[in-house]
């Protein structure tokens, strides 16, 4: 079981800025993938970006983005704290909505998060925080 805690929402203006954090704990073994996804008022839950955790290896870090916020948002993480993080920059109004993050475990010897941005690859899912951004 793994437990998944999101911070960092709030509402900004348009162009401005937001970073949000995912603290994981309990089973967090490696390999996994760890992914930030987004549901708007009217829309389905949308993979927005994804990391893999497998440390150490030289695939440990690889990132996966929408095509939407590529150039915009960058996702990281601190292995030692457990914690993924979405850096979100040049908000748009269409990026308001509730963000989700979600953990993958993955095989032992994954090179990549697969099917990154399907819902049905995550095991689980944190509580979400809300991120509004007004024009």
């Known amino acids: 079981q793994v437990e998944l805690v999101e911070s960092g929402g709030g509402s900004v203006q348009a162009g401005g800025s937001l970073r949000l954090s995912c603290a994981a704990s309990?089973?967090?073994?490696?390999?996994?993938?760890l992914g930030w996804f987004r549901q708007g008022p009217r829309t389905e839950r949308e993979g927005v970006a994804s990391?893999?955790?497998?440390?150490?290896?030289?695939?440990?870090?690889?990132?996966y983005y929408a095509r939407s916020v590529q150039g915009r948002f960058i996702i990281s993480k601190d292995n030692a704290r457990n914690t993924v993080y979405l850096q979100m920059n040049s908000l748009k109004p269409e990026d308001t909505g509730m963000y989700y993050c979600?953990?993958?475990?993955?095989?032992?010897?994954?090179?990549?998060?697969?099917?990154?941005?399907?819902?049905?690859?995550?095991?689980?899912w944190g509580q979400g925080t809300q991120v509004t951004v007004s024009s």
């Open positions: 979600a953990a993958a475990p993955r095989p032992s010897r994954s090179i990549d998060c697969g099917s990154w941005a399907d819902t049905a690859e995550y095991a689980y």
């Open positions: 309990g089973n967090t073994a490696n390999p996994m993938c």
């Open positions: 990391i893999l955790r497998r440390s150490p290896s030289p695939y440990d870090g690889n990132r």
